[in-house]
């Protein structure tokens, strides 16, 4: 598994959480060491098992805990990069839903070795849509349903969300827009490069 | 008759075509048969808010850098079709690269603009967004791409700092004796190796704790610890600091490279003061720790070709000469010396 993502996952702690929690969550996890490397590859088992261990010691659910990973990635401060290359998708909410099949390519274009998952969009009607994802690691579909809800309130959009599995061991959310200018929304400045 | 009609068609149409232009090239300009900038698109007048094209005599407003010496209307169209080096007179002098096409009939031309590398600055300076972009233009993806690959490039530079700092400790560590803070066995070759590349004087003293076995066996291995760390410091205080180099090489035994220095008194000087420091009791944990040391000096000036092997093979022969004399002395190597041949009596 790409460092990236556990990196994430570290990112989420220690910036919600504190370092300390985080450590003792990669000691609950054996990992024997405490600082993921966002540049170098992991053996897959280790984030199920990290993820394990997080939700063991805040004592939540794994969708809960996954969704909230989602949140962070597109809204905290220190991951504001995550959120600059998704809104580079388009310009408005719409827009950046039909960028989502491209992107695993987008993301490989920057890091070749970075595998994301298959995300496929389909559209019900012009204010549904479906998204359907594939990937090695279960539950991933409720990281994205924490991403899409921040990034609508992002683009001062109103929507609802609605995940599932299906049989097929695939993941799909149901997206119902309600309103694309419910709200201002955040700036989004070309130019700003996230630090 | 033809030039006539295509004016004829232009006319009534040219609203229309000026709003197809602004759509497909929103960096467009269109130039009247004079060189009179008669409309520019969308994204180049947000570029000059304060002081509108439209008007004003295209090469007064662009400053034109390649194809050069381009000085009227009649040099412009010449160079239709080839790709313009440009940037604005004004300030921000923002350059763009552009081609210009002239209009059927000889009614003027346009000239379509982009901002080619300096569209970093460009999206800056002048705030743009995606909308000031034409669809098909890959200026997005071009900055979604530099700002992906700086993360990138950002997060490896941060991952190599930190691997060279691990390698940086790992190298001090391997060349550092954990235990007394000396160098090691490593260390002291690779010094030796360079004094000796530099064909510079030197002399190695080999020490051996004489009756550390005792301390170790009678008060265990933390006062045995205690007392190497004694020694260590011992030893570094009687040598000269940032000259000499003194390692721990065994578990009691220490070598000691003196560099530019061969100077048989002097040597003998300091196998002195260190046996007698040594000999001074080491109190630890409320016992008394007593050893003394024997040593055993090799003179790289001995030799025609001083080779470190050798060297350090006859520093321990001198060693073990000061053990048969009965220890706590200091021999120099020569060749007359028996060698070493353990065990030695009562070890």
């Known amino acids: ?195 | 008759m033809t030039g006539g009609a295509a004016q004829g068609c232009a006319g009534p149409d040219m609203a229309a075509w000026r709003g197809i232009l602004d759509r497909l090239c929103p960096m467009h300009v269109l130039l009247d048969a004079r060189g009179y900038i008669i409309h520019a698109g969308p994204t180049l007048r947000k570029l000059r808010p304060g002081a509108p094209l439209a008007g004003g005599r295209f090469l007064d407003r662009f400053d034109l850098r390649r194809p050069r010496a381009v000085m009227s209307m009649a040099d412009l169209m010449a160079a239709s079709g080839v790709k313009l080096h440009l940037r604005f007179r004004d300030p921000p002098a923002t350059g763009l690269k552009g081609v210009l096409m002239p209009l059927p009939g000889g009614q003027g031309a346009i000239v379509n603009l982009s901002f080619g590398i300096s569209i970093l600055d460009a999206v800056r300076d002048y705030r743009l967004t995606s909308g000031d972009f034409a669809a098909t233009d890959l200026a997005i993806e071009m900055l979604y791409l530099v700002e992906a690959k700086s993360a990138a490039m950002e997060a490896s530079r941060l991952l190599n700092q930190r691997l060279q700092g691990a390698r940086i400790a790992a190298e001090e560590q391997a060349f550092t004796d954990t235990l007394t803070g000396l160098k090691n066995r490593r260390a002291m070759d690779h010094v030796l190796g360079r004094v000796i590349a530099t064909q510079m004087p030197f002399a190695v003293m080999h020490v051996d704790l004489d009756f550390f076995k005792a301390v170790n066996d009678r008060l265990g291995h933390a006062a045995g610890d205690h007392v190497l760390q004694e020694v260590a410091r011992i030893m570094i205080d009687a040598t000269r600091r940032g000259k000499d180099t003194v390692a721990r090489t065994g578990g009691d035994e220490f070598v000691i490279l003196f560099e530019g220095l061969t100077d048989r008194a002097a040597l003998d000087r300091v196998a002195g003061r260190i046996i007698g420091e040594l000999e001074k009791p080491i109190r630890f944990d409320g016992h008394v720790c007593r050893v003394s040391a024997s040593c055993g000096t090799a003179l790289s000036s001995d030799y025609e070709r001083p080779v470190a092997a050798r060297i350090m093979a006859d520093a321990d022969t001198a060693l073990y000469a000061s053990k048969w004399r009965g220890r706590a002395c200091h021999t120099f190597f020569s060749p007359d010396l028996p060698l070493p041949s353990p065990p030695s009596p009562q070890g």
């Not at chain 1, 809104?87 to 989502?100: A, P, T, Y």
């Open chain 1, 1 to 195: 598994m790409h460092g990236m993502i556990n990196r994430a996952i570290q990112g989420f702690v220690t910036d919600t959480y504190g370092p300390e929690r985080w450590a003792r969550m990669a000691c609950a996890a054996g990992l024997g060491f405490t600082d993921f490397e966002a540049m170098l590859v992991y053996d897959v088992a280790l984030t199920p098992r990290i993820l394990n261990a997080v939700c063991g010691d805040l004592e939540k659910p794994g969708d809960e805990v996954l969704e909230d990973i989602g949140t962070y990635l597109v809204s905290h401060p220190n991951a504001e990069a995550v959120r600059r290359l998704l809104r580079f998708g388009g310009v408005d909410f719409v827009e950046f839903l039909h960028s989502l099949d491209d992107l695993p390519d987008r993301a490989r274009l920057a890091v070749p070795n970075l595998d994301l998952p298959e995300l496929e969009l389909h559209e019900r009607a012009p204010d549904r849509f479906s998204l359907t994802l594939r990937w090695s690691l279960d539950g991933f579909g409720h990281v994205m349903m924490g991403a899409l809800r921040t990034l609508a309130d992002d683009y001062g959009a109103l929507v609802l969300l609605d995940h599932q599995d299906t049989e097929d061991g695939r993941e799909m959310i149901d997206i119902t827009l309600i309103e694309t200018g419910f709200a201002e929304g955040r700036d989004f400045d070309l130019g700003a490069r996230a630090g």
